[in-house]
């Protein structure tokens, strides 16, 4: 019983490990159109990408600082949200990103075709 | 909604000042986002008991405001390994010493402090020098983790300066010449000047000398042909540690009953007699705790000498590369 669930274990932890890089990449082309935080969680949830919000937050913090994303508080539905949106140079870089990821898939395919 | 209030304050804080409103505005947001797209789901405003399930889901306060901090620690990753091996010195290389040193200085200060009495200044003393090394090594550490961002003293090094692969066994040619060398002028210089009964001229000595005398005589020898053995054949080997454990024991215990022995002959010159005897009778101590040291170098030769060794085989460097 304990290897299954040592497998099990394991493969939830690379899983993580394989999403995690992959997060930055899908909240920049979320954010190609302007989100607030908990709408883009739902987008990302619909797309099988299931994100806590304890990540989610302090990663659009992180690349606001990092000038990838701009944001503004505004008022929808009575109640004051913040809205993100790809920032110009944000735009750039996730251009990059998807070139560098289309790159990985590519080579993995290739790799595991072998 | 006091619970999502208490919730929130408890979170704001741990969150820097500069920051906490927005943060914790956005967290809020998202609660409250939360809470109601579940009541629109559910048809009916949710229960104290469902908000703190929700709010459990979340993480505690300090959990959810660590996330928005800067990553920072004391001693980082990189020094953290380097850190816990200098703390496994710690005990031998200071703690311990330290503490001989007190009991000394402790017997010379309270000469009438009953062993009772010294065994527990030595231990409250131990637990001192515990503390107090540990810390001095967290800090040190701390300020070479605090000093390597500005100066990138990790980052700057050379493959050639690193230490060169040593077999744990070898013995240095060189150290075995010299202790020949210092051996072999010794047993001459010991014969002409230590024979006794009278030393340079004004010492006398007792008759029990003669035990001294040949003793450490003969371990000199030992150690000379000791010395030989290893200049020809510079390894240590299970059976030379245990020689070299039991010929230093051997000779620190004579060097300690020396200094207790009395050596000195009173009649031909009572305050020279009483002037040795003094400085012998404070050197004993000191020599109890050097005794002490060297037994425990020898013995710990001993274990890891005796102990298989993972070495990488010149093979391998010669032949992959």
Redesign the interface.
């Known amino acids: 019983m304990a290897p299954a669930t040592n497998n099990v274990d394991l493969f939830e932890n690379l899983r993580l490990e394989l999403r995690r890089g992959s997060l930055v990449l899908a909240v920049l082309a979320a954010l190609r159109e302007e989100q607030y935080g908990y709408a883009l969680r739902k987008t990302l949830s619909e797309h099988s990408l299931e994100v806590d919000e304890n990540t989610l937050y302090p990663l659009l913090r992180r690349l606001e600082t990092q000038g990838l994303l701009a944001s503004q508080w505004r008022e929808e539905s009575k109640r004051d949200r913040r809205f993100y949106r790809l920032s110009p140079e944000g735009k750039q870089i996730l251009k990059q990103l998807l070139a560098e990821w289309r790159a990985i898939d590519s080579s993995l395919t290739a790799i595991a075709k072998e | 909604m006091d619970i999502i209030d208490r919730y929130l304050h408890a979170i704001e804080f741990w969150l820097p000042n500069n920051q906490k409103r927005d ?1 914790i ?3 809020s ?2 609660i ?3 809470i109601e797209e579940q009541q629109s789901q559910l048809g009916r405003t949710l229960s104290q008991d469902e908000i703190e399930t929700l709010l459990k889901q ?2 505690s306060p300090v ?2 405001a660590n ?2 901090l800067p990553q920072r620690s004391l001693i980082g990753p990189v020094l953290f390994p380097i850190y816990l091996f200098v703390l496994r010195f710690l005990p031998m290389s200071y703690v311990v010493p330290m503490c001989a040193i007190f009991t000394v200085t402790y017997r010379e200060v309270h000469p009438a402090a009953t062993l009772g009495q010294t065994i527990a200044a030595a231990v409250g003393n131990l637990w001192t020098n515990a503390f107090v090394g540990l810390g001095i090594v967290t800090l040190a550490f701390a300020a070479l983790q605090w000093l390597e961002p500005q100066t990138h003293f990790l980052s700057n090094w050379n493959p050639r300066k690193l230490p060169a692969v040593r077999n744990p066994r070898q013995i240095s040619r060189s150290t075995s010449a010299f202790e020949l060398a210092i051996n072999l002028a010794i047993i001459p210089w010991w014969i002409a000047y230590l024979r006794g009964p009278q030393l340079f001229g004004f010492l006398w000595l007792m008759p029990v000398w003669n035990y001294f005398f040949w003793g450490f005589l003969v371990i000199t020898a030992l150690n000379a042909t000791f010395s030989a053995v290893c200049l020809i054949r510079p390894y240590w080997t299970t059976l030379r540690a245990l020689a070299r454990l039991v010929s230093d024991s051997f000779g620190s215990a004579l060097f300690l009953w020396l200094l207790r022995a009395d050596v000195i002959d009173a009649t031909r010159g009572p305050d020279l007699h009483n002037l040795i005897q003094t400085i012998l009778d404070h050197t004993f101590p000191w020599a109890v705790i050097v005794t002490l040291v060297i037994f425990a170098v020898d013995l710990y030769r001993v274990i890891r000498v005796s102990r298989p060794h993972d070495l990488v085989p010149h093979s391998l460097s010669s032949a992959s590369l």
């Open positions: 943060i505005a956005e967290i947001e998202d409250h986002s939360q979340r993480g959990l959810v996330r928005y």
